[in-house]
DNA sequence: TGCAAAAATAATAGCGCTACGATTGAGAAT
DNA sequence: ATTCTCAATCGTAGCGCTATTATTTTTGCA
């Protein structure tokens, strides 16, 4: 019977919603507990009680409280997911692939952006642990001293995506970036192509794309002895700056005859400045691009591109995590492939 | 003197965590209190005593739990954002704007996707409302009925973005898209166009798409007598699916000069199918985007387009967020109406 | 019908933190 | 010296819920 709580001291405290759990217990003729029961495993309640409870729920308009649920319960229903940028269509694929299978679980999904700093990620990891969350997912395998130390301290799992063949944390859900590098050479090494390079953005901060270029390269030598040369800029990846760094290409590779890029819309921008200086594609020089963004089967020619599985990987990091919240533990520690395909059309 | 509190009956309960405030505050001989005041209030404790603390805080690595300064607190420091997709440009755009600027302020984004659909908007809200959240975002301004009673229940802050001329919940940033299907028009004609389509993906479900066209239409009637068709496809908004629209186009409008698309991708899909059908741009039909995406200013030819201010949408969002935090209610029921800009390029 | 086993429900004791009022101590004003 | 003021710090009492144990009710079966 505590109508008035702080009744004795005089105290007034914020409360913070109208309708509690304990207001549909009482509503119900039930008891608190078998309020949160009910709720957290309608199962294990009794037909009937179900239904008075569902009533009292109804009529109240209750709202459950996950922020006292999670203190309660020593862990929230969280997932913070900490991407580069949700900006780039990548990620963004990912991202909504993986809130779409973890909402189906109430799971809520946090987002933080690190903008390709490992400073930036590790202050957004600590955020992300004061909440207690459910899981931690975090982009690529390089992570600074101090982000592997505070995830190492706790115990929330942790699963990496997009990337593969590094030092695991915890799960890992990717590809290789070198072996998409390589498979970029080989294909255009196959076709004949000799004089080649590799157009890349922010090739300091973006260590997948840079792994990506140093496969190519790599796989170039191996395969024909030949030498790719890498152009990089540390601008953001844009249409425009495709266009730019195929100028930039034709004066180190005069006799240029097979690109590849770190994604799609560099590659874009390299088809309109082909087209712009009457360079034939894939006639003079073969594009191979990285994405399989939206244009890249309407362009013109259009685009020979590696597809890397966005949605499949956002998918399977959610369905690791559900596990785990479910307390199936036997993903822990898993490393899982998703591969990647390249797509053939017309301008390699 | 609780060393172990479950002492007297036995029983276990899960720690959330190892190190909690109590523990810094033994070590840096205070109380909690002064803890927790410093680390929301820093400049109301004492700078000696603050340096006790940093210092406790670093030795023993704390990290505070949010889920529980959210119950205590009546209010988490969370902000639901809830957009149709976080795969479409512009609202990555503003979702990544909104997160820079709140996590300034150590406010966490939690994300949530409609698809396009009330339904699920309202089933997003209602979970977001379980966290106690300091703000919700919501895209646009039709939502169901259910979505605005339980948030009048209620008295969460509500930021409606990406739309305006419509009932407003709370606070309101964006632009009339009426405005901007009007825009289009009155530039097409202006130009001397006078067969117009426009061209539209999702139109029913994107309401906003559907205003623009609607705009368009009326304006181009209003300005010359002129009939717009609308030309729309259930899909999604893709490169593709403008090629396969401008097709439409040209069987409904055969001596078509002038269009208007609902988007950029769009826009671009009309380019392509252009160029492959021989049909000069602007030479022949006028083209107008809607987004100014990134590819934009370097396709051929360039494409006049339409910019919505996706990022100062949302750093004025995360602006009346953070003030509605600090306690300043100055911008309640605010409408900040951002505009948009015709960028003008080649393609019209 | 009686009794053990199982099912359903209830009572208890916090989770870690913050808001509020209370208290302390140092300097200013009298 | 005494009172007053203000800044700095502390003690208390929950926020709303869940995990655990305890109790009650129902069921199965002889």
């Given at each position: 019977m505590n109508e008035s709580p702080d009744r004795r001291t005089g105290r007034k405290r914020r409360r913070m919603q109208r309708v509690t759990m304990q207001a549909v217990a009482e509503r119900a003729n039930v008891s608190p507990s078998t309020v949160s029961l009910y709720l957290r495993r309608p199962e294990a309640v009794a037909a009937a009680t179900g239904q008075a409870i569902t009533g009292a729920i109804d009529e109240l308009g209750y709202v459950p409280n996950l922020v006292a649920g999670g203190l309660a319960a020593a862990a929230s229903r969280a997932v913070s997911i900490i991407v580069p940028s949700v900006r780039n269509a990548f990620f963004a694929e990912t991202v909504a692939a993986m809130q779409a299978e973890l909402g189906k679980e109430r799971l809520q999904v946090m987002l933080g952006h690190s903008e390709y700093s490992d400073r930036e990620e590790e202050s957004l990891v600590r955020t992300a642990l004061s909440w207690a969350p459910s899981a931690?997912?975090?982009?690529?395998?390089?992570?600074?001293?101090?982000?592997?130390?505070?995830?190492?301290?706790?115990?929330?799992?942790?699963?990496?995506?997009?990337?593969?063949?590094?030092?695991?944390?915890?799960?890992?859900?990717?590809?290789?970036?070198?072996?998409?590098?390589?498979?970029?050479?080989?294909?255009?090494?196959?076709?004949?192509?000799?004089?080649?390079?590799?157009?890349?953005?922010?090739?300091?901060?973006?260590?997948?794309?840079?792994?990506?270029?140093?496969?190519?390269?790599?796989?170039?030598?191996?395969?024909?002895?030949?030498?790719?040369?890498?152009?990089?800029?540390?601008?953001?990846?844009?249409?425009?700056?495709?266009?730019?760094?195929?100028?930039?290409?034709?004066?180190?590779?005069?006799?240029?005859?097979?690109?590849?890029?770190?994604?799609?819309?560099?590659?874009?921008?390299?088809?309109?400045?082909?087209?712009?200086?009457?360079?034939?594609?894939?006639?003079?020089?073969?594009?191979?691009?990285?994405?399989?963004?939206?244009?890249?089967?309407?362009?013109?020619?259009?685009?020979?591109?590696?597809?890397?599985?966005?949605?499949?990987?956002?998918?399977?990091?959610?369905?690791?995590?559900?596990?785990?919240?479910?307390?199936?533990?036997?993903?822990?520690?898993?490393?899982i492939d998703t591969g990647f395909r390249l797509v053939e059309r017309q301008s390699a």
């Open positions: 931690i997912v975090l982009t690529g395998q390089s992570h600074s001293a101090g982000t592997r130390k505070i995830l190492a301290a706790g115990n929330t799992p942790v699963v990496e995506i997009w990337e593969l063949g590094g030092q695991s944390i915890d799960m890992t859900i990717g590809f290789s970036h070198d072996k998409v590098g390589r498979t970029a050479a080989e294909y255009l090494v196959g076709r004949g192509r000799r004089q080649l390079a590799f157009l890349g953005a922010r090739m300091q901060e973006d260590r997948r794309a840079n792994t990506r270029a140093q496969g190519f390269v790599q796989e170039a030598l191996r395969l024909a002895g030949l030498h790719a040369e890498i152009i990089g800029n540390p601008a953001r990846a844009g249409v425009e700056l495709g266009a730019l760094l195929l100028g930039q290409a034709l004066e180190r590779v005069p006799d240029i005859d097979g690109i590849a890029c770190s994604n799609d819309h560099i590659a874009l921008g390299v088809l309109f400045e082909c087209q712009r200086r009457g360079i034939s594609v894939p006639g003079d020089i073969a594009v191979v691009g990285f994405g399989d963004l939206d244009f890249a089967g309407s362009c013109i020619p259009t685009l020979t591109t590696i597809r890397p599985p966005g949605d499949l990987i956002g998918t399977e990091a959610a369905r690791v995590i559900i596990n785990h919240v479910r307390g199936d533990r036997s993903d822990s520690h898993c490393v």
